[in-house]
């Protein structure tokens, strides 16, 4: 019987997680969407169970037995009312949890779920925290700063017109960002050595503004950029020009509002900083683009 079970085991933070429990020498369960996924997962010595987080009955046989569980809320940009399924998949969530009595929960969360509104997808987080810890299990939600990878979605930007488009107020604006890899490894060491109760763990990355991330990314494409503001009010078009559809434009916008007015800060329990840089972080984006 697996020991640990890892939500989005092919992911950024699931990966890293789930590689990090396997070198160590301990029993992994990866759940997939599908069983194909899982191949290169189950050849390193995983156990996969391939099925989804929305269907309670899955997980809660996915958890017999472990010891742990690394959980996320994945996103989910097909569906029309974005909040409402996010609300139904944590409730599925932590269904299963309470069902199967896993005795230790690590969620990626995210700085702001102390918030009930005002923070776009934030909301689902701090819905699915509260959610877990009614089901009596000892709760590690790690309340992660900006990633560092979402410096891949102005990729095309730079690449096709040179610049980087800039949702946050102003170029010069600093903000804590995160490498997944950093969250990852903090998520498998507080399952290998979980807290004495439940808690929230705030994982600060370095401070970067768009500027910075801006020239980090023009150095690895080797072409100058140049950083554009988006004003807070023509965010929900950018965003739509984008591709995105207008329900989840607007739930987009909410969010780097949220950020700009400085709603999303630590309020853990405690504190733990991420060491990885955005030029490596970055470095990588570029070297899996080209392929």
Request: charged share 20%.
């Amino acid at each position: 019987m697996s020991k640990y079970v890892i939500a989005g085991i092919t992911g950024n933070v699931g990966s890293v997680a789930a590689g990090e429990l396997l070198a160590r020498g301990e029993k992994v369960r990866g759940i997939v969407r599908n069983e194909s996924r899982g191949a290169g997962w189950r050849e390193r010595g995983a156990e996969i169970a391939a099925g989804s987080l929305e269907d309670r009955e899955f997980l809660r046989k996915a958890l017999g037995g472990a010891a742990g569980f690394f959980c996320l809320l994945p996103p989910n940009f097909a569906v029309e009312d974005f909040y409402g399924w996010q609300r139904r998949t944590a409730d599925e969530i932590a269904g299963a949890v309470k069902e199967s009595g896993v005795p230790l929960v690590v969620m990626l969360s995210s700085m702001g779920a102390d918030r009930a509104e005002g923070t776009g997808p934030i909301k689902g987080l701090h819905y699915l925290e509260n959610a877990l810890r009614g089901t009596g299990t000892r709760l590690a939600a790690i309340r992660a700063s900006y990633f560092q990878e979402n410096a891949a979605n102005v990729l095309p930007a730079a690449r096709q017109a040179g610049i980087y488009p800039n949702f946050l107020p102003g170029a010069n604006f600093a903000i804590p960002m995160v490498a997944t890899k950093d969250i990852g490894r903090l998520a498998a060491r507080l399952l290998r050595e979980p807290p004495g109760r439940s808690e929230v763990v705030d994982l600060v990355g370095p401070m970067y503004s768009a500027r910075q991330v801006c020239d980090a990314l023009g150095k690895a494409l080797g072409k100058p950029l140049r950083v554009v503001d988006i004003p807070a009010g023509g965010h929900v078009d950018a965003l739509m020009q984008a591709g995105l559809a207008r329900g989840l434009a607007e739930v987009m916008a909410e969010m780097y509002g949220a950020i700009g007015a400085g709603l999303l800060a630590a309020k853990g329990d405690r504190a733990v900083q991420g060491t990885t840089g955005i030029e490596e972080t970055i470095s990588e984006l570029v070297s899996a683009a080209r392929g």
